[in-house]
């Protein structure tokens, strides 16, 4: 649930989520010793190994010396026989998206309630022996560098530019150069938790043999991305008959000359149909919940109907929400959009606002909208929503 915005939390060490985001959001790194008071590690080392060797994983392994060249990079799904091969120092392994399926990472996600849940990312996980790092670099968006395990030394650099030089004819974007910020170099311990906003250099080495870090990232979409998604979602609206007009065309001097004119209304034509709030606000929803990986939530094989959705509510059962979907809601003049792994569906604002949430999908929800009895059918039957048994079957 949301956090009130004055009230102190230990997560944010002492500081209000207020003043969090005034300060430091975005702005400059926090450092917080105990975010999480005797924090208890939700993977094992192994079991984080065991997921790179799963199929559909993203995992990497990062060597600092590998056996064909430096800082050698190499991708998942990997086997024993990898493992096997690595020496006991300086190398990484990576797995993304943890949260989508290991339940009690997932729920490390409603700590940061504080920031919008359309804009959470996914948790990354890693773990590193001696010497394990994956260079001095930046990154494109917020991150919050919790230590689960073991000790990593962090140490920070300034905010770089997209400029910034990197070291050629390597697998990684690592800075050429890297200068310390005195006073931010620091050992992380079990609990203690980084937050860098983005394009801060950093430099992360394990210090120990059992180091585990986890990373909540954040989503940041390019301009470049998101400009070329809302163009295609907004091209697919407009009609046949909206084209390039000129019916106030002169004569020009040079037959082969593009004018100002002809400049000013194609920028004309194409800022008004762009320039729509409505479809903005519609094709914004769908796109920052896209699943990270579409093809995990998968359809049921037979639909389930509104009316034994409603008879397994009432009989006391819930649903809970597929590890790895993602809600969000828009409201404007009274009309709600629910928008759920990058589709928008219409219903009332207090079920799009329960669904957004992490609230119990319980039969209490059934009361929110005329239609949701349909509506949470229809988003089990498409994989977004599991009956709560079926969830506890998957996680075994």
Same mark, same amino acid.
């Given at each position: 649930?949301?956090?009130?915005?004055?009230?102190?939390?230990?997560? &944010? $060490? #002492? !500081?209000?989520?207020? =003043?969090?985001?005034?300060?430091?959001?975005?702005?400059?790194?926090? %450092?917080? *010793?105990?975010?999480?008071?005797?924090?208890?590690?939700?993977?094992?080392?192994?079991?984080?190994?065991?997921?790179?060797?799963?199929?559909?994983?993203?995992?990497?392994?990062?060597?600092?010396?590998?056996?064909?060249?430096?800082?050698?990079?190499?991708?998942?799904?990997?086997?024993?026989?990898?493992?096997?091969?690595?020496?006991?120092?300086?190398?990484?392994?990576?797995?993304?998206?943890?949260?989508?399926?290991?339940?009690?990472?997932?729920?490390?996600?409603?700590?940061?309630?504080?920031?919008?849940?359309?804009?959470?990312?996914?948790?990354?996980?890693?773990?590193?022996?001696?010497?394990?790092?994956?260079?001095?670099?930046?990154?494109?968006?917020?991150?919050?560098?919790?230590?689960?395990?073991?000790?990593?030394?962090?140490? &920070? $650099? #300034? !905010?770089?530019?997209? =400029?910034?030089?990197?070291?050629?004819?390597?697998?990684?974007?690592? %800075?050429? *150069?890297?200068?310390?910020?005195?006073?931010?170099?620091?050992?992380?311990?079990?609990?203690?938790?980084?937050?860098?906003?983005?394009?801060?250099?950093?430099?992360?080495?394990?210090?120990?043999?059992?180091?585990?870090?986890?990373?909540?990232?954040?989503?940041?979409?390019?301009?470049?991305?998101?400009?070329?998604?809302?163009?295609?979602?907004?091209?697919?609206?407009?009609?046949?008959?909206?084209?390039?007009?000129?019916?106030?065309?002169?004569?020009?001097?040079?037959?082969?000359?593009?004018?100002?004119?002809?400049?000013?209304?194609?920028?004309?034509?194409?800022?008004?149909?762009?320039?729509?709030?409505?479809?903005?606000?519609?094709?914004?929803?769908?796109?920052?919940?896209?699943?990270?990986?579409?093809?995990?939530?998968?359809?049921?094989?037979?639909?389930?109907?509104?009316?034994?959705?409603?008879?397994?509510?009432?009989?006391?059962?819930? %649903?809970? *929400?597929?590890?790895?979907?993602?809600?969000?809601?828009?409201?404007?003049?009274?009309?709600?959009?629910?928008?759920?792994?990058?589709?928008?569906?219409?219903?009332?604002?207090?079920?799009?606002?329960?669904?957004?949430?992490?609230?119990?999908?319980?039969?209490?929800?059934?009361?929110?909208?005329?239609?949701?009895?349909?509506?949470?059918?229809?988003?089990?039957?498409?994989?977004?929503?599991?009956?709560?048994?079926?969830?506890?079957?998957?996680?075994?």
């Amino acid at each position: 649930m949301p956090h009130e915005p004055n009230t102190p939390l230990s997560l &944010l $060490g #002492g !500081l209000s989520t207020a =003043d969090f985001l005034r300060d430091y959001w975005q702005k400059k790194p926090l %450092l917080i *010793r105990g975010a999480y008071p005797d924090f208890d590690n939700p993977l094992s080392a192994e079991e984080l190994a065991g997921l790179a060797c799963e199929e559909g994983v993203e995992a990497r392994l990062v060597e600092e010396h590998g056996p064909d060249k430096v800082w050698q990079v190499s991708h998942g799904p990997f086997d024993e026989t990898t493992f096997a091969r690595l020496g006991e120092q300086d190398w990484t392994l990576l797995v993304q998206a943890v949260d989508h399926y290991v339940p009690d990472v997932a729920a490390l996600m409603e700590h940061f309630s504080f920031i919008p849940r359309w804009r959470l990312d996914d948790i990354m996980i890693s773990y590193a022996p001696p010497g394990g790092n994956v260079g001095p670099h930046v990154d494109n968006y917020d991150v919050f560098l919790l230590q689960a395990s073991g000790q990593r030394r962090w140490q &920070l $650099g #300034g !905010l770089q530019d997209e =400029d910034a030089p990197l070291i050629e004819g390597i697998d990684l974007r690592i %800075l050429r *150069r890297f200068e310390v910020t005195p006073d931010q170099d620091w050992v992380l311990e079990p609990g203690d938790m980084l937050y860098l906003p983005p394009r801060l250099a950093h430099h992360g080495v394990s210090m120990s043999s059992d180091c585990m870090t986890i990373s909540v990232g954040f989503r940041a979409p390019s301009a470049d991305e998101m400009v070329t998604s809302f163009a295609d979602f907004r091209g697919e609206q407009l009609r046949d008959d909206q084209r390039y007009k000129d019916p106030d065309l002169t004569p020009q001097p040079h037959e082969g000359e593009i004018g100002p004119e002809a400049l000013a209304r194609a920028r004309e034509l194409i800022l008004s149909t762009l320039d729509n709030p409505a479809a903005l606000a519609a094709w914004f929803g769908r796109y920052m919940t896209q699943p990270r990986y579409p093809g995990q939530l998968a359809e049921a094989d037979t639909p389930l109907g509104a009316e034994a959705l409603t008879a397994w509510l009432e009989e006391g059962g819930e %649903l809970v *929400r597929a590890l790895g979907s993602r809600f969000a809601y828009h409201t404007d003049r009274g009309i709600s959009t629910l928008f759920i792994d990058g589709d928008g569906l219409s219903c009332t604002e207090e079920l799009a606002r329960a669904l957004a949430s992490s609230t119990p999908i319980d039969q209490t929800l059934l009361t929110l909208d005329p239609q949701a009895a349909a509506l949470l059918a229809g988003l089990v039957t498409r994989g977004s929503l599991l009956l709560e048994d079926e969830s506890e079957e998957d996680d075994d």
